[in-house]
């Protein structure tokens, strides 16, 4: 996972909760556990060094071409690059692990 703050007012504050948990992959589960209800509070004020942290994830993202999230980055099965901008489907995403 890569934290960026674009979906809307709070997601950067919820980004730089995140990243700056004790535990980050704990607190992201806990923000997807918690989505319907808000998710994860956001950092009322993102300290720099995480906003720096943001704002080079943003400019990856958007290297990437990607306007949205989510977008995944992998290698195909001959190693070649690859991205899906947005939520795959089953089969999509099925694909895109390797799975059977």
């Known amino acids: 996972h890569v934290m960026v703050g674009i979906i809307g007012d709070d997601s950067p504050g919820k980004a730089a909760a995140i990243l700056g948990a004790d535990a980050p992959a704990e607190a992201l589960a806990r923000n ?13 004020k993102v300290p720099p060094a995480l906003q720096a942290r943001l704002d080079a994830n943003e400019k990856l993202l958007r290297a990437l071409g990607f306007h949205g999230t989510p977008g995944l980055v992998y290698l195909d099965a001959e190693g070649r690059l690859k991205r ?4 795959p489907d089953t089969g999509d995403l099925a694909q895109i692990l390797g799975a059977p």
């Open 32 to 44: 997807e556990r918690n989505y319907r209800s808000g998710g994860i509070r956001p950092l009322a």
């Open 84 to 87: 899906f901008p947005g939520l």
